[in-house]
């Protein structure tokens, strides 16, 4: 099975402010690899597909980014709806695996 | 609008069976895949199932595989997720997911909880 090391865990951060995730997957997976946000007591929600492809509906201040095995997900600018937990997910082969998650809190 | 619901979950002691349901709609459900994904409680996602729009191609993940069998009735636009055997390892949300570009899920059910305990 592909593993997804999702980091960091948890971080703390201010409206306005730069945030970064990162995926790494352990062996290839091209571009097969999505983003979604969650709030607590809802379903996930796509955010990026395909490693860069913003989901239609989602703001532009998402975006995701690829290197090799490793992935990216950047909020250019927090706001206070953005204030949750996000996934990547690997979709490149069975089974579908999820990173660990990232809980984004205010600081 | 697209809509899925799922249905069935409940409390059930360890070695007993529970039939989830999912009911698709604003879509043309014969022709989109479909995932059957979970989330014990305050952990992470986990994938469990997929099956094809043509019911041809079935995945399950190796915790699930043996005791849950995915289904689909594309005249019912409906999914079902048919659960045996359960631990109490199988506690968690289970939602239902739709297949987008990039095999991600653009749509995701609003979940059912399924609570296996004695």
């Known amino acids: 099975d592909i593993q997804m090391t999702q980091s960091p865990a948890s971080l703390s951060a201010s409206v306005g402010d730069r945030v970064t995730i990162t995926c790494r997957a352990s062996?290839?997976?091209?571009?097969?690899l999505n983003w979604y946000q969650q709030k607590p007591g809802k379903a996930p929600k796509l955010l990026i597909y395909?490693?860069?492809s913003l989901q239609s509906g989602v703001p532009s201040r998402f975006s995701g980014s690829r290197s090799g095995t490793d992935f990216t997900l950047t909020i250019s600018s927090l706001q206070p709806e953005d204030f949750a937990t996000y996934y990547c997910?690997?979709?490149?082969?069975?089974?579908?695996?999820f990173g660990q998650g990232t809980k984004v809190e205010i600081k | 609008e697209v809509q899925l619901v799922e249905s069935g979950g409940g409390l059930v002691q360890p070695g007993g069976s529970l039939r989830l349901s999912c009911a698709a709609s604003?879509?043309?459900?014969?022709?989109?895949?479909m995932n059957w994904v979970r989330q014990a409680p305050g952990k992470g996602l986990e994938w469990v199932s997929y099956?094809?729009?043509?019911?041809?191609?079935?995945y399950y993940a190796d915790s699930v595989k043996g005791r849950f069998t995915i289904s689909r009735d594309n005249a019912k636009n409906s999914l079902y997720l048919q659960m045996n055997s359960l631990r109490a390892e199988d506690t968690a949300v289970y939602y239902c997911?739709?297949?987008?570009?990039?095999?991600?899920?653009?749509?995701w059910g609003q979940g059912t909880l399924v609570t296996v305990s004695s």
């Open positions: 997911a739709r297949e987008y570009r990039s095999l991600s899920a653009d749509y």
């Open positions: 062996q290839s997976i091209s571009i097969y």
């Open positions: 099956i094809s729009s043509s019911r041809s191609t079935i």
């Open positions: 604003g879509f043309t459900f014969s022709t989109y895949n």
């Open positions: 395909a490693a860069s």
């Open positions: 997910q690997q979709s490149y082969s069975y089974p579908q695996t």
